[in-house]
């Protein structure tokens, strides 16, 4: 029989016969450190599917927010997220509505100042937010088969810079994604201007669906 510690040395030596050294060299002056691609940064054309212009909340946190945190509050943390969209949720994670960057940097705020009286550092999320019952969703199984071309179309008829994406999970509701006009622009290389005109759902559907 032979030794333990011999069938193990033995056994070493084989293995290393079929290891190869990598070679290495000294750092470059330079050099800098990868950063993440963001999935945002490829180019696309209108022809393209549109599920790579959605932000796919499966693989993107939300950024949520309370309705009582003040709009200067939530404009920190949209620059802090590197968002425009912020959702606003009750203490259930419910949505309740959502705020953009437009609404807080816009006229909503001046306009309920006036009408309540009160100053800028008093104005809350809820105030100025857009409700859950005015939000306009598109279905997550439309999307799939959609183009670049028909969200942008969609987007211009619905007169608004972001739209939501929902699917059915456990038996309601969820928000699965968000298309924004900017993130859309950036990949197709121009600026895309919309404005602001409510729309059905009926009407919303039927310009996804060509």
Do not use: W
């Amino acid at each position: 029989m032979v030794p333990r510690g011999t069938l193990a040395r033995a056994q070493g030596t084989a293995m290393d016969t079929t290891r190869t050294r990598l070679p290495d060299h000294p750092l470059a002056a330079g050099a800098t450190v990868m950063r993440r691609v963001d999935a945002t940064d490829h180019a696309v054309t209108p022809a393209h599917a549109a599920l790579e212009v959605m932000t796919d909340l499966a693989q993107v946190d939300a950024v949520r927010v309370a309705p009582n945190l003040t709009i200067d509050g939530a404009l920190e943390r949209m620059k802090s997220a590197g968002v425009r969209l912020l959702f606003v949720t009750n203490p259930a994670d419910e949505l309740i509505g959502v705020l953009t960057s437009r609404d807080v940097e816009g006229e909503k705020p001046v306009r309920f100042q006036h009408e309540v009286g009160v100053s800028r550092a008093e104005v809350l999320v809820r105030d100025i937010m857009t409700p859950r019952d005015q939000l306009e969703a598109l279905q997550y199984d439309d999307v799939q088969r959609a183009k670049v071309g028909d969200v942008v179309a969609t987007l211009q008829h619905m007169g608004r810079q972001h739209a939501l994406v929902v699917e059915r999970h456990g038996g309601r509701e969820r928000v699965r994604g968000i298309f924004s006009t900017s993130r859309i622009g950036r990949q197709l290389g121009t600026a895309l201007e919309v404005g602001e005109t409510a729309h059905t759902f009926a009407e919303i559907g039927a310009a996804l669906r060509g």
